[in-house]
């Protein structure tokens, strides 16, 4: 059980740091917050499949980039994002559901514990 824990962990770890990446290279927002306009707010969205306590722990982290974090209530993965044939999830699907909710100065961050993939050359 301690290397299923573990690997769970690894793969929050390793989703924080790509949303993390994605947000510090995004120059438009660097932009907002340097022009004194409203500071980003993270928004942690869980989706059901992942313990509370990883949440927690991933949203502690966050904090102490970006001050202005909302940890929202869990929701199920999008059913319209599940690719039978190899037992995942998709990516590009999952960042559509969470960006049609997201506005202007927020940025949605999905945790899940599922496989997920995307389009190679992508």
């Given at each position: 059980m301690n290397s299923v824990n573990e690997i769970l962990r690894f793969k929050i770890v390793l989703i924080y740091l790509l949303f993390i990446y994605v947000l510090s290279s995004c120059s438009e927002k660097k932009e907002e917050v340097i022009n004194g306009e409203e500071a980003i707010t993270i928004l942690v969205q869980p989706f059901k499949d992942i313990n509370s306590g990883d949440v927690a722990e991933v949203a502690k982290e966050i904090r102490k980039l970006y001050p202005k974090v909302k940890v929202l209530e869990p929701v199920d993965l999008p059913t319209k994002s599940y690719y039978k044939p190899r037992n995942r999830y998709r990516a590009d699907s999952i960042i559509s559901f969470l960006s049609k909710?997201?506005?202007?100065?927020?940025?949605?961050?999905?945790?899940?514990?599922?496989?997920?993939?995307?389009t190679k050359g992508i």
């Amino acid at each position: 059980m301690n290397s299923v824990n573990e690997i769970l962990r690894f793969k929050i770890v390793l989703i924080y740091l790509l949303f993390i990446y994605v947000l510090s290279s995004c120059s438009e927002k660097k932009e907002e917050v340097i022009n004194g306009e409203e500071a980003i707010t993270i928004l942690v969205q869980p989706f059901k499949d992942i313990n509370s306590g990883d949440v927690a722990e991933v949203a502690k982290e966050i904090r102490k980039l970006y001050p202005k974090v909302k940890v929202l209530e869990p929701v199920d993965l999008p059913t319209k994002s599940y690719y039978k044939p190899r037992n995942r999830y998709r990516a590009d699907s999952i960042i559509s559901f969470l960006s049609k909710n997201t506005r202007k100065s927020f940025v949605t961050i999905g945790l899940t514990t599922k496989d997920i993939s995307t389009t190679k050359g992508i």
